[in-house]
């Protein structure tokens, strides 16, 4: 097994120094990779409140939940935004893959919101997010069809929710 999977590595690093262009498309697998969990720890880490308030187990089902109030309800959202967006990833997955393409001809197709990409030196105009960018608000009025950028209420909110946010966030 490892022959195979050594030998797989130098095909895909042959073909990649060999390519006149690459096109990367990423999923929600490789901002997992890259230690964006939404369970265990890191979730016990920024929402153990919320988990013990009203029970759920998970970032993902934390999104979904019928808060009480608005005030909850962006309370979470703040946190959950911060730690996806404005924090940098664990791991140097993102950081390793530009390294291995940041000279060729490429493109990237994404469903990933959570901007680990730009994060990592990627080229803006490279990239199409399929799902948006947590970084971004747009209206709900949908004849108003521009974005505004989060960053300065994200940390506004979690300065009021107790957190000490790091505002030299990416």
Not at 83 to 104: H, Q, S, T, W
Request: aromatic share 20%.
């Amino acid at each position: 097994m490892k022959n195979s999977y050594s030998a797989d590595v130098k095909r895909l690093k042959a073909e990649l120094e060999s390519a006149d262009a690459i096109i990367i498309g990423a999923g929600a697998g490789l901002s997992t990779s890259a230690g964006f969990v939404y369970s265990g720890e890191r979730f016990e880490k920024w929402f153990s409140d919320f988990s013990q308030k009203y029970g759920f187990k998970d970032m993902y089902s934390g999104g979904f939940y019928p808060y009480p109030s608005k005030e909850e309800f962006w309370a979470y959202w703040a946190r959950y935004i911060y730690i996806n967006r404005y924090l940098d990833a664990p791991k140097p997955v993102y950081n390793e893959l530009f390294e291995l393409v940041k000279d060729k001809d490429y493109f990237v197709l994404t469903t990933n919101v959570d901007h680990c990409f730009q994060k990592a030196g990627f080229d803006k105009k490279r990239l199409f997010y399929t799902q948006g960018d947590y970084g971004l608000f747009q209206s709900i009025n949908p004849q108003i069809r521009k974005t505004y950028d989060n960053k300065d209420w994200v940390m506004k909110a979690m300065e009021e929710q107790g957190f000490v946010a790091d505002s030299e966030c990416s």
